[in-house]
């Protein structure tokens, strides 16, 4: 039986991340885990039950108050995110969540949260996933790392189209400046900021398709999967 590895991908917003994640992971039949999904459903939380995220002393007891779980869709094939045993799957990818998410995923009490979490998930390897910070400080030592990148313009294109399927009335304006400013807070917090790997391998996406980019990745994979043999 092949040896299993601890694939990550990071990057910045809108590059694909979750996309060749789920292709990776479902070619490999590996577990796919959407650590952006964790962070998005504890904001979820915060903004339900009004927690004061700026006090350290409502962030603690709130995290006390909250399960995550990873569910399969057995339709889709997909893993899904489940708050409290609510599945948040698409409550989560709403732009009200969108505005929020990197201010709560930079505060320290979060990210060692989610962090162990996790690190919990990948004791047996056989996992993609997907974030800011998972081959600098969840999985420093994952076989394989990708950091994934994307032309401004054409990120802020993708993730419109995204979001307009859900929200007709948001426009590209809106999009471009929440892209910035998720940019931002992500490379510039305190805590576990968004940088490339030193080991990690970079994909520039802008201009190749699903299909070659899988099909990169998984060259890489076997390039691994052959070294550790």
Known sequence: MQQKIIITIDGWSSCGKSTLAKQLARELGYLYIDSGAMYRAITLYFLRN???WTHL???HEALQHIKLTFMSN???GQ???YLNGENVEYVIRDLVVAEKVSEVAAIREVREFAVKQQQDMGKNKG???DGRDIGTVVF???ELKIFMTADNDIRVKRRFQELYEKNPNVTMEEVRANLEMRDYIDSHREVSPLRKADDALEL????VTMKEQLDIAK???QERLTQNA
């Open 50 to 52: 009004h927690v004061d």
């Open 57 to 59: 002393d409502a962030v």
């Open 74 to 76: 057995h339709k889709t």
């Open 79 to 81: 893993s899904e995110m």
């Open 127 to 129: 996992i993609v996933m």
């Open 140 to 142: 420093p030592h994952a």
């Open 204 to 207: 520039d996406n802008s201009h």
């Open 219 to 221: 060259k890489w994979v």
